[in-house]
């Protein structure tokens, strides 16, 4: 694991935000696996910024999340789809056709995980998949106890996920209770990992992630096994460290 320290958050989205803009720049055609959550938004901001200001094109891109609330549909401003549609999508020159997140309003959730599965490998994987890090220690919606194997799936969200989460939505019974996540196996296959962690409250799971055993009860400790992860994180996250 490479440690970028940052100074605050600024800075950790700023070095974020360069590595993607060169990558993007040296590529022919950049497959770039994107997360959500309040951790990435200054990327996305620096990333529009890069874009407006003539520095960056993103029209090679392929882009794939994460993941996606299932229930929800693209018009619903707490899906992933919308946020990621506001932070970045409708501010840069994507083609909308290299987009790709999971459809959490599928008829058929078991089917949409193994087609997005199959686009993710017929993109030739992930180059560079951003991370964000949940207080659990999940990545993507991937909760403690999901299995290193798993690949593209429908989760039930921790409770303790859909409290940290409660905060976007109006009251935390509207927060669904399950999602379409990659799976750790999925994941752990992108060329590179770049994990972002800003923050005190994160502290100790960025910690945990870095030096607890690797163990599927935390998941993120799998990232140990990664050859190529790059982690930026404030200060205060690596605080503990
Ligand atoms: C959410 C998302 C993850 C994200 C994590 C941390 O539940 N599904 O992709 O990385 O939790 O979110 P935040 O950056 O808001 O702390």
Known sequence: MQIIKAKNYEEMSRLACSLLVEHVQQTESPVIGLATGSTPEGLYKCL??????????????STFNLDEYAGLSMEDANSYQWYMTDKLFAHVDVPARQIHLPDG???DFEQECLNYERQIQEAGNIDIQVLGLGLNG?????????????RTHVVDLDESTREANARFF????????????MGIASIMESKKIL???????????????MNSPVSEEFPATILQLHPEVTVIADELALSKV
Request: aromatic letters at 8%.
């Open 170 to 181: 109006p009251s935390i019974d509207e927060v669904p209770t399950q999602a379409i996540s």
């Open 195 to 209: 994990l972002l962690v800003s923050g005190k409250e994160k502290a100790e799971a960025l910690y945990q992630a």
């Open 48 to 61: 529009v910024k890069e874009f407006r200001e003539g520095r960056v094109s993103f029209r090679a891109v």
């Open 138 to 150: 999940h990545i993507g919606f991937n909760e403690p106890g999901t299995s290193f194997l798993s």
């Open 105 to 107: 309003m599928s008829q």
